[in-house]
Every structure is written in structure tokens, then in C-alpha cells.
Nanobody
Framework: QVQLVESGGGLVQPGGSLRLSCAASGFTFSSYAMSWYRQAPGKEREFVAR????????NYADSMKGRFTISRDNAKNTVYLQMDSLKPEDTAVYYCNFKRLTGVDYWGKGTLVTVSS
């Protein structure tokens, strides 16, 4: 079955960096665009970044542009989120996502990122 397993979260100081990973299995990874979302405490889940199936196209939420970079390795069935210049407001649980053509969404369980001094 489909599995998305995020990792790489943790505690980081403001201005620091983290690299999140999402290992995918149970579907043809290279055929699907992949996305990252996040949910801060008390807030709704929000879009972070998306990468096309080939990796040739990316897009970002405005607040992440220039600080976050999404990438993928189709040979490893893994999508990454490099996060630089982190701010306290980036504190959230980060989720990996893809959507089938049928419209069904798949989510991982998330990885917690805490930005604090």
C-alpha cells in the first residue's frame, strides 16, 4: 500500500537550516508530482512547495520563496525539502503529499520542525 514517511525534523535555532526527507513506496513515484504542506499549532494546514514528476518544475508558497527548496530523487523514491533561514513562524508539522488522478490525497504522518532559541 501507499506509504509516505517523513523524517529530518527537529529543533533548530532561528536562522538555521534543516533538510526534510519523504520516502515513498507503494506507487509509481516517478509518475507523480509531490508536495510538502505544514500545519502550525492552532492553524490550518497550508501549502509549502510542489515539484513535478520529473523534478523540472517547482512552485512555492510566497512566504517560503527564496528560503525553501524542494527536490526529488526518483531513483530513491524520495522527495526533499531544504529549509534555510528558518524563522520561529516556520514551526509546524511538515507533511509529504501526493494526489492521484482520481483526486485521492495521500499523506504521511508528518515530522515536527521547531524553530526556537
Amino acid at each position: 500500500q501507499v506509504q509516505l514517511v517523513e523524517s529530518g525534523g527537529g529543533l533548530v535555532q532561528p536562522g538555521g537550516s534543516l533538510r526534510l526527507s519523504c520516502a515513498a513506496s507503494g506507487f509509481t513515484f516517478s509518475s507523480y508530482a509531490m508536495s510538502w504542506y505544514r500545519q502550525a499549532p492552532g492553524k490550518e494546514r497550508e501549502f509549502v512547495a510542489r515539484i513535478s514528476s520529473s523534478g523540472g518544475s517547482t512552485n512555492y508558497a510566497d512566504s517560503m520563496k527564496g528560503r525553501f527548496t524542494i527536490s526529488r530523487d526518483n531513483a530513491k523514491n524520495t522527495v526533499y525539502l531544504q529549509m534555510d533561514s528558518l524563522k520561529p513562524e516556520d514551526t509546524a508539522v511538515y507533511y509529504c503529499n501526493f494526489k492521484r488522478l482520481t483526486g485521492v490525497d495521500y499523506w504521511g504522518k508528518g515530522t515536527l520542525v521547531t524553530v526556537s532559541s
